[in-house]
């Protein structure tokens, strides 16, 4: 294999690996009902998609540090959609 379409395969696989990885907000939006019992989209106003996963993460490594305890009601795998769905709805 020549190195131009070695090249391409590896560009390929890389971006389709991205996308499986990427965070999804529309399925966020619908993992967030435990969240939107308390909490407004704008609450998040101006907080990246990053900032709010690390958020959600440090609660569900310490439940005690917040009001309710998430663990039972949101996954891990969750948590990225669940961010990205509040940044984006922040920013609007």
Do not use: T, Y
Not at 46 to 57: C, D, H, P, V
Not at 66 to 85: F, Q, R, T
């Amino acid at each position: 294999m020549n190195k131009i379409s070695l090249a391409l395969l590896s560009l390929s696989l890389a971006a389709a690996s991205g996308a499986a990885l990427a965070a999804d907000p529309a399925a966020g939006e619908a993992k967030a009902d435990a969240c939107l019992d308390c909490h407004m989209p704008d609450d998040f106003s101006g907080l990246s998609a990053a900032e709010i996963e690390a958020a959600i993460r440090a609660i569900l490594s310490d439940p005690a540090s917040h009001p309710e305890d998430i663990s039972g009601v949101l996954a891990e795998e969750d948590v990225p959609d669940v961010a990205a769905w509040f940044a984006q709805e922040g920013a609007e």
